[in-house]
Each structure stands twice: as structure tokens, then as C-alpha cells.
């Protein structure tokens, strides 16, 4: 007897760990590194990076390998890339604008420009792996975006017009087509992008990274938050309990966490992303799906599920639920969701009914540091001794490299064709502050999920926030 979907995801998810797959050292081939000693003394450097997420250490690998004589120091609060670099789906994007439409939207005239320039990041990316030969098992795979609703089968059309328009073809395929490579009964129709997206295992890319600016000179300390920035008469003091860093400059790669960089706060919106992982799949599980071409899917809904197979194909299943806390509260007992998990298993086995009976491995979720614009911004502070850069909003796995060129470029003072973009020159809206901020949040996730149920059509509310380009995605 076919169990009902609601018994079977609970069943599937029975006995999954409540820890990110990535970052758990009981997984075989998870080495996870010794963490580095944390700050206990005063130490002088020219270059001080705060964060060992991907933004902090393509940052310090970059600044060595521009001048392998500056002194540089990184500090983070924890372990390298425990946060959101370590518990994403690893889907690497060229887009440096979270995808071309909205990058389209935003930036019209220098659209092509940024693309350019987002192809040649990921290339880079892919040229350092190889290069320090980095295990992060990359895979240039690619990226299929399907449709699952007909209102969004119009949508990709529309997509692939566009995309025709400036002379990339990209295969749109139909029920048939999209099914005959990855097959689930729920598929209508899809667009193929086959080179700009990469998959990896983002934990195995951080420590790697690690490993790398530990190879080329980079002073680490961690466990070491930063609590204060002090300024002195040769650049800024960061304060931590223990110790501290007196610099000349500060690139500051904080993620979803402002800390003592309070201005942050007003750009800055903390939202919850949530991931299943499942166990191995069979010879006999991975002939019943196809995807031979082990490429990234998404759907083409507002609120969209990611998925993607791993290296010893599981099958990592995300998205759909953004949840904000009042007043951007984190905390590490909302990295468990039980209620999101379940739809998530339901939605999966509605994708795949063939692979029913299967188990998930492992649940968790992680902070999106999402800004209203959806694509990474920067800023200086301390009179230029400080620069950031935040708000990839779900899509950082690449474009954290780019961010990390942007602080180095600033610092130095270079005029790049980095600093000359105008998304780099621009800042986001801010958000409002409480309690407008959370109404209005609230409020835009619920006229989301209703264009969803209504063919894509966007509200008075959604279209209001269109207008003046402020918006909230994951
Ligand atoms: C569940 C989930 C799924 C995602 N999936 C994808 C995906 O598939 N593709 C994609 O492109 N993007 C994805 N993202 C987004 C992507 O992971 C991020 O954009 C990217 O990792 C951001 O890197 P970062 O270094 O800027 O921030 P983080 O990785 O958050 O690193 C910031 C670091 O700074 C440290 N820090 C903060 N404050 C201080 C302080 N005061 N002192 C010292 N250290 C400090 C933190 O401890 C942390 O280690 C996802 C994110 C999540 C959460």
C-alpha cells in the first residue's frame, strides 16, 4: 500500500542528524582542519581581514597573491566557514547580480559588463582550485531552472527570448525533453544555462581556501570575534576579549553579522534558509532519476526549491521557506526547523516519487545575509581604513571572489573596471527599522507566495516595491 506523502516524509526524515552535512566530521572524506589558535596578544599587520567566510579569504589569499610581501592577518569569530560559506547548496555562479534578471532590472546599461566580468570570476575560481589543486570536488555542470506551473514555462520563454536578444542561446526544453534528463512527473518545461554555474562542496572550498592562505603566509586566529574597532593614529585597533589586531587597513567580510560595524544593520536583513540531505542513492535510485549531467536545479517559482547531486550522490534538497526573525534576531536553535523540513520532504517525494522509501541523512539550516537590492554591495568606513562588503543574499558561493577583488581594489585606492561599475559605486535601499521592518517583510513573503498560486502575478504591494527597487528574495 502506498503510505500517504505526509507519513512518508516523516518517515524519511526519521533519525536524520540535526547538523550541516557539509561540516560534519563523521562523514567520510570531511577532514575537518585543526582550528587555529585564537588571539591572545597585540599584533601589528598592514592587513587586517575580519571573517573566514569565503568574502574574508578570498580576500587574504588575493591581497597575497598581489604582493606576496604584505603582511596579512585574518580573524574569525568561530571556525572557518562554519556560517554560511560552510552549510550552502554550492551552487558557484558566475551571476554577480543573484541571476541575470535582476541584474538586468537594476543595471541596464552595464548588464553585459557584468556578465563579462561574472564569467571571468567564475573562471578564475575554477583556475585557483585547479591551481592549488583544492578538493572541493568542482564540477562545472551547469544549471537547469524548471518549470513547474505553466505560468512559468511562459516565464522561461520570455527568459530565453531575452537571453536570445543578446545572442546567448540557451536550450529551453519541453515536458519531453526536460524529463528525458532529470525525470519527475512534475515537470512542464526548462531552461538549460550549461556553463555559468558550477557545483562544489562548500566546506571542503573554505578549508581548502584556509589551507591556502595558511600556505602563502596568512596569520590566522580564530575563535576570536571582533567586539570593538578602535581608530589610532597609524589605522584601527580591532578589540577582541583577548587580544587585539592594531592595522593600517580592515577589509571586513562579517556575512549576515554586523557586529561592531553597526551601519551594516539598516542594509541588512538575516533570513533562515533551510536543506535536506538525503543518504547515497542506489545504482537502481540514480537510473530511476536520469540527470546524467549531475547539473544544479532550480525551480522556477518565487519561493524555489535548489537541489543538486553531491559527489557520492545524495541528493542536497533546499529553499522554498525564507524566514525572518524579529529584529534580525539569529540564533543557533533556529538552524532546526522541523515544520520546513517536513514540507521540503513532501515537496521532494512529490519531485521524485520514484525514489520513495528513501532516508534523509541530515537537516539544517543557515543565515542569508539578505540586502534589499539582492546582490553584494560595499562601503568604507573610518575615513577609508575600513572597507565591506555584504548582502550576496543566496547567491555568494562565486561572487564572493568578485567582493573580495572589490575591498582590495578600494583599500589600495585602484581605479578598476571593478570600482568603476555602478553596482560597486551604489548602495542598497536601507530597510526600515522595526516594527516596520518585520511588517513589511511579512507582508511581502505573503504577497509572494500568493503570485505563486496566481500564475506569477505580482500585487499592488509587490509592484509598489518594483517600482522603487527594494524587494526580498533569498
Ligand atoms: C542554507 C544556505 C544555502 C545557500 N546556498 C547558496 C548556493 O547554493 N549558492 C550561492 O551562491 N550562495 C548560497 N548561499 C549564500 C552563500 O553561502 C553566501 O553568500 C556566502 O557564503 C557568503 O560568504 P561570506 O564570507 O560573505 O559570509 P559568511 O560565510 O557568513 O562568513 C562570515 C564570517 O565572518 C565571521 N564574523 C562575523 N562577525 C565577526 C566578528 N565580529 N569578528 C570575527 N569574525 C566575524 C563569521 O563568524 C563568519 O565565519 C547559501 C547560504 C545559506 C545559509
Request: with cysteine.
Amino acid at each position: 500500500m502506498v503510505e500517504n506523502i505526509g507519513t512518508e516524509a516523516s518517515r524519511a526524515l526519521e533519525g536524520a542528524r540535526p547538523r550541516v552535512f557539509w561540516l560534519d566530521p563523521d562523514v567520510p572524506g570531511h577532514d575537518v582542519p585543526e582550528p587555529a589558535p585564537p588571539l591572545t596578544e597585540d599584533v601589528h599587520t598592514n592587513l587586517a581581514v575580519v571573517g573566514a567566510g569565503y568574502t574574508g579569504l578570498w580576500t587574504a589569499l588575493l591581497a597575497k597573491e598581489r604582493d606576496p610581501e604584505r603582511d596579512v592577518v585574518l580573524i574569525e569569530a568561530r571556525t572557518t566557514g562554519w556560517a554560511a560559506s560552510g552549510r550552502n547548496g554550492g551552487f558557484c555562479a558566475a551571476s554577480l547580480t543573484h541571476g541575470f534578471e535582476n541584474g538586468e532590472q537594476r543595471w541596464p546599461e552595464e548588464i553585459d559588463e557584468l556578465e563579462r566580468q561574472g564569467a571571468a570570476n567564475l573562471d578564475a575560481i575554477e583556475e585557483t582550485v585547479r591551481r592549488y589543486d583544492i578538493d572541493c570536488e568542482f564540477e562545472r555542470t551547469g544549471e537547469t531552472l524548471v518549470a513547474t506551473a505553466p505560468w512559468q514555462v511562459r516565464d522561461l520563454e520570455e527568459a530565453a527570448a531575452a537571453l536570445r536578444e543578446r545572442g546567448l542561446d540557451t536550450p529551453l526544453w519541453d515536458a519531453e525533453g526536460t524529463r528525458d534528463r532529470i525525470d519527475s512527473p512534475t515537470y512542464l518545461g526548462a531552461l538549460h544555462e550549461p556553463d555559468g554555474v558550477a557545483m562544489l562542496h562548500p566546506a571542503k572550498l573554505a578549508w581548502g581556501l584556509r589551507a591556502v592562505c595558511e600556505r602563502l603566509g596568512v596569520r590566522i586566529f580564530e575563535n576570536s570575534p571582533v567586539r570593538d574597532i578602535v581608530r589610532t593614529p597609524l589605522g584601527l585597533r580591532l578589540q577582541t576579549g583577548t587580544g587585539s589586531v592594531h592595522a593600517s587597513k580592515v577589509a571586513w567580510g562579517g556575512g549576515a553579522f554586523p557586529g561592531p560595524l553597526r551601519r551594516l544593520k539598516h542594509y541588512l536583513a538575516p533570513v533562515y534558509d533551510y536543506a535536506l540531505m538525503t543518504e547515497p542513492l542506489t545504482d537502481e535510485q540514480r537510473d530511476s532519476i536520469g540527470w546524467k549531467g549531475r547539473e544544479g536545479v532550480s525551480d522556477a517559482a518565487h519561493f524555489f526549491h535548489y537541489y543538486r547531486l553531491t559527489a557520492d550522490n545524495r541528493i542536497l534538497w533546499g529553499g522554498y521557506d525564507i524566514v525572518h526573525h524579529y529584529g534580525g534576531r539569529v540564533r543557533p536553535e533556529y538552524e532546526q526547523r522541523p515544520e520546513t523540513f517536513h514540507k521540503l520532504a513532501e515537496h521532494f517525494l512529490e519531485t521524485f516519487p520514484q525514489l520513495r522509501g528513501i532516508r534523509f541523512s541530515h537537516t539544517w539550516g543557515g543565515v542569508i545575509d539578505t540586502c534589499s537590492r539582492f546582490s553584494v554591495f560595499f562601503g568604507d568606513a573610518y575615513d577609508g581604513r575600513l572597507a565591506y562588503a555584504a548582502g550576496y543574499t543566496g547567491l555568494g558561493v562565486g561572487a564572493t571572489r568578485f567582493g573580495a577583488q572589490v575591498l582590495l581594489d578600494r583599500l589600495d585606492g585602484l581605479d578598476t573596471e571593478r570600482t568603476r561599475l555602478r553596482m560597486v559605486r551604489e548602495k542598497p535601499l536601507p530597510f526600515p527599522p522595526e516594527p516596520v521592518r518585520s511588517i513589511g517583510i511579512e507582508l511581502t513573503l505573503r504577497a509572494t507566495a500568493s503570485a505563486d498560486r496566481n500564475e506569477g502575478r505580482r500585487n499592488l504591494w509587490l509592484r509598489g516595491l518594483d517600482s522603487v527597487g527594494m524587494g526580498f528574495d533569498s
